[in-house]
């Protein structure tokens, strides 16, 4: 495997051969990595909105994300910067927060706390970097300008700004999408459908922050691609989030980036998680089809491992089914792993060694058999050779 030494600049693809699915080409290609010189590999997933407690669909995307960190990680030695952004301002929030009677900032600082406790309580490891969309207005309002100095942004009736996607020739670059011919709606004054939304003009009664094109808050798409451009630059290499996400939030996000970096692409891997679906279902789990488990409600009947168990069960890219009979063999999976890890700690302690001695003195086993019976204990001396091979050692003693 790839030695804990090996400096960042050895991460070399092709001698590892690490091959990615990609969003955007539709099948596997090899780890791309756009400056040799960088000293990390950035990795940035979309948060969540926080106007709610999480459900076990978000959950199942963040557990995924964080294995497929792991691995990177541990198997293959990438250095991640990881960045995730919470949106904590949002039409949601603001309906939310009046039916309650509470402060919208209130109410995003309670959700987003229990996220963070959700994904502690999960085994998810937190991102480096934690980024609130309230702390980056100027930002976002700088890249706005821009797009709009650029061309490719125009100013409706009501004071909102959006972006112009027919003046990207590449916009479709995740999902294919049909251009109509550009018309002028009646609602809203948008020049095309898939134009969207860079910045919305204040109502009566929001909350709003003042710009130089009017006074409003973000659009959606435009926070994720300010804030990982804050703090990656104007390339990013691991870009993720729910399969839900890809179109139009992150086709978005890759047009208007690559608009203001002026570059051919902004992001060089995306990587999207299947959605999670009750038994029996076919739709995903989502608020709006009050079909939601919270996590709270999840850990109050499983442990956090076997929902781990039952995300690993299945591809990344997969939907998953999640239930009683799911669950049912992810915890049985889980069992079987415990007792395997569980039985090898032992002869490792020496608590089982005749079992492990009659296993591996048997005549019946080969020389190659021995080797990688051996391999499996790595706590036998590493001088000790095959009893088969004639004039050697034959005794194998454990470390103490
Ligand atoms: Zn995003």
């Given at each position: 495997m790839f030695q804990r030494s090996s400096t960042i600049r050895k991460y070399c693809?092709?001698?590892?051969?690490?091959?990615?699915?990609?969003?955007?080409?539709?099948?596997?290609?090899?780890l791309r990595v756009a400056d040799n010189l960088k000293p990390f590999l950035s990795f940035y997933t979309c948060g969540p909105t926080v106007y709610d407690s999480a459900h076990i669909g978000h959950a199942s995307c963040y557990v995924r994300l964080d294995i497929v960190q792991r691995i990177m990680r541990h198997n293959?030695?990438?250095?991640?910067?990881?960045a995730m952004n919470i949106t904590d301002i949002d039409d949601k929030i603001i309906t939310r927060a009046n039916e309650r009677g509470v402060p919208w900032q209130q109410l995003a600082r309670r959700y987003e706390d229990e996220f963070w406790s959700d994904l502690n309580r999960l085994n998810v490891r937190s991102p480096d970097i934690k980024l609130r969309v309230t702390e980056h207005i100027p930002a976002i309002a700088r890249f706005v300008q821009t797009l709009i100095d650029k061309g490719f942004a125009y100013r409706t009736s009501d004071g909102s700004i959006y972006f112009e996607t027919s003046k990207y020739e590449h916009y479709g670059k995740l999902q294919k999408v049909v251009m109509e011919p550009a018309i002028a709606t009646a609602t809203g004054g948008k020049r095309h459908p898939s134009d969207f939304a860079l910045w919305k003009a204040s109502k009566p009664g929001e909350p709003f922050w003042a710009a130089n094109f009017g006074n409003g808050r973000p659009?959606?798409?435009?926070?994720?691609?300010?804030?990982?451009?804050?703090?990656?630059?104007?390339?990013?290499?691991?870009?993720?989030?729910?399969?839900?996400?890809?179109?139009?939030?992150?086709?978005?996000?890759?047009?208007?980036?690559?608009?203001?970096?002026?570059?051919?692409?902004?992001v060089t891997h995306w990587i999207h998680t299947g959605q999670l679906h009750l038994e029996g279902q076919t739709h995903k789990m989502s608020k709006s089809l009050k079909n939601?488990?919270?996590?709270?409600?999840?850990?109050?009947?499983?442990?956090?491992?076997?929902?781990?168990?039952?995300?690993?069960?299945?591809?990344?890219?997969?939907?998953?089914?999640?239930?009683?009979?799911?669950?049912?063999?992810?915890r049985n999976v889980l069992r079987k792993f415990s007792s395997f890890f569980g039985d090898s700690k032992a002869y490792i302690d020496g608590l089982k060694p005749a079992t492990f001695s009659a296993i591996l003195y048997s005549p019946s086993v080969t020389s190659s058999q021995w080797y990688k019976k051996r391999s499996m204990v790595p706590q036998i001396k590493a001088t000790q050779t095959c009893p088969h091979s004639s004039g050697l050692p034959t005794s194998v003693r454990f470390w103490q």
């Open positions: 693809t092709t001698k590892f051969g690490l091959r990615l699915y990609d969003g955007r080409e539709k099948e596997k290609i090899p293959f030695r990438l250095p991640l910067l990881t659009g959606w798409h435009i926070e994720c691609s300010t804030m990982a451009s804050h703090v990656f630059g104007s390339r990013v290499d691991f870009h993720a989030g729910g399969l839900d996400l890809r179109f139009p939030h992150h086709e978005n996000e890759e047009t208007q980036s690559c608009c203001y970096h002026d570059v051919p692409d902004w939601t488990i919270t996590v709270a409600e999840l850990l109050e009947k499983y442990e956090p491992d076997e929902f781990r168990m039952l995300c690993l069960l299945s591809h990344y890219r997969s939907a998953i089914e999640f239930g009683p009979e799911s669950m049912t063999t992810a």
